[in-house]
């Protein structure tokens, strides 16, 4: 039996060589099959996942909610072109901008399309409100997608040059320096977007002051404060929204990856004040189509019935601790973030090599630059799966030193 999974995978990576393109670094197995906390491969080995999927498998693997609202949804209504309402996406947009004290939503199908609305909608309000203002403010370091405007965006410097030449109007600022901030807007400024934990760029958070103070020159001056909470929304950070940590609300607000539990699902969220776009100005042929808007009902209401915010602020108190713990016996440093949204550093170059031992000991962590670990597990994570994880890691670690 075994022999025959081993010739299954082997046939189903000889095939992928073939025919998918090559986009990443993707080790030799092949994942099959997901339950709650864990994923399996064609070899039938399980791996206890604390990356989700990238801080999307909000609710675990496969859950009965996501299921059960696909299939219902599929026997009624799978799609009616965005020229029309639909009921789950007037239930969707009810319940998210309820819950989030936002007025007006837009849905699309990943993290960048929520960003491209976010710029597209600040620069309408530049266009409209602010002289033809069309410049946006971000900061170094900072990820807000892959398409050619939020890779433009993005303050990542050896994107700089990627698929040049990028689209213009953006400017880079460093993370928590309001003079610097300060320093670059001029009346082409339209907006300042950031991301209250930089996820991507190795979980580093804003300060409190820092954010009054960005709060305080967007209103001075009219423009757009565009929180992107595409990674740290949906309960990831021990709260709902990030924002709620700092009492400052953002003018628009986009949320992606656990939104729609891993299902492809994204929104941007506005106040009325800035329901701005004509028709025909935005849109996409799956804008607010019922399977996905169905799924996203599902998953929110699932997050706040089972206060999955609350197990992610108890429980990633839990892993930090632990994680403070193997500090006292490994080079581990810097251990930061808020709920299940997690780093730590590790020794120069030692992060990828780490996330190899671990996926070979059965265990799932991301290593997003040579000197850091992310951890973002699903948010239905229990202290024993913690403490499996936190001892897989400790004999990793161990493995690290001895090599």
């Known amino acids: 039996?075994?022999?025959?999974?081993?010739?299954?995978?082997?046939?189903?990576?000889?095939?992928?060589?073939?025919?998918?393109?090559?986009?990443?670094?993707?080790?030799?197995?092949?994942?099959?099959?997901?339950?709650?906390?864990?994923?399996?491969?064609?070899?039938?080995?399980?791996?206890?996942?604390?990356?989700?999927?990238?801080?999307?498998?909000?609710?675990?693997?496969?859950?009965?909610?996501?299921?059960?609202?696909?299939s219902r949804q599929a026997s009624t209504l799978v799609h009616a072109s965005p020229g029309y309402y639909n009921r789950p996406m007037i239930e969707f947009a009810d319940l998210l901008t309820?819950?989030?004290?936002?007025?007006?939503?837009?849905?699309?199908?990943?993290?960048?399309?929520?960003?491209?609305?976010?710029?597209?909608?600040a620069r309408k309000h530049g266009a409209v409100n602010l002289n033809g203002a069309h410049e946006i403010i971000t900061l170094t370091n900072s990820f807000h997608g892959r398409s050619l405007a939020t890779m433009s965006a993005t303050?990542?410097?050896?994107?700089?040059?990627?698929?040049?030449?990028?689209?213009?109007?953006?400017k880079h600022v460093p993370i928590n320096d309001l003079d610097a901030c300060f320093a670059a807007v001029n009346n082409h400024t339209c907006a300042i977007m950031v991301e209250l934990i930089q996820g991507e760029g190795g979980v580093h958070a804003v300060d409190e002051s820092y954010l009054y103070g960005l709060r305080k020159i967007c209103d001075m001056y009219g423009m757009l404060l565009i929180f992107d909470e595409i990674q740290t929304g949906m309960g990831r950070t021990g709260?709902?929204?990030?924002?709620?940590?700092?009492?400052?609300?953002?003018?628009?607000?986009?949320?992606?990856?656990?939104?729609?539990?891993?299902?492809?699902?994204?929104?941007?969220?506005?106040?009325?004040?800035?329901?701005?776009?004509?028709?025909?100005?935005?849109?996409?042929?799956?804008?607010?189509?019922?399977?996905?808007?169905a799924v996203g009902c599902a998953v929110l209401k699932e997050l706040l019935e089972q206060n999955l915010a609350g197990n992610a602020k108890t429980q990633g108190q839990y892993l930090?601790?632990?994680?403070?713990?193997?500090?006292?016996?490994?080079?581990?440093?810097?251990?930061?973030g808020k709920g299940l949204l997690l780093a730590f550093d590790v020794p120069e170059g030692a992060g990828s090599e780490l996330a190899a031992i671990c996926l070979r000991e059965g265990l799932l962590i991301n290593s997003p630059n040579p000197t850091t670990v992310r951890l973002a597990p699903p948010l239905i994570v229990?202290?024993?799966?913690?403490?499996?994880m936190l001892s897989i890691l400790?004999?990793?670690?161990?493995?690290?030193?001895?090599?």
């Open 382 to 388: 229990t202290q024993k799966d913690t403490d499996d």
């Open 1 to 70: 039996m075994i022999q025959l999974e081993k010739s299954l995978t082997a046939s189903l990576l000889k095939k992928a060589e073939n025919s998918v393109l090559n986009t990443a670094h993707r080790p030799s197995l092949v994942m099959e099959r997901g339950e709650g906390m864990y994923l399996w491969d064609t070899d039938g080995k399980r791996y206890l996942d604390f990356v989700g999927g990238w801080a999307v498998a909000s609710l675990g693997h496969s859950p009965a909610a996501v299921q059960k609202a696909l």
């Open 155 to 170: 303050g990542k410097a050896k994107w700089k040059e990627l698929f040049a030449p990028k689209v213009d109007g953006f």
């Open 239 to 293: 709260k709902l929204f990030a924002y709620e940590y700092y009492s400052i609300e953002p003018d628009v607000l986009t949320l992606g990856k656990g939104i729609g539990g891993g299902f492809p699902l994204s929104a941007m969220l506005t106040k009325s004040k800035y329901d701005l776009f004509e028709p025909g100005d935005q849109g996409g042929t799956y804008t607010g189509a019922p399977l996905a808007m």
């Open 394 to 403: 400790r004999r990793a670690l161990g493995q690290l030193q001895t090599a």
């Open 98 to 121: 309820n819950v989030s004290n936002m007025d007006k939503a837009f849905f699309a199908s990943s993290g960048a399309e929520a960003n491209e609305s976010a710029i597209k909608l």
């Open 320 to 336: 930090e601790s632990g994680l403070h713990e193997l500090a006292r016996d490994f080079p581990i440093s810097a251990i930061r």
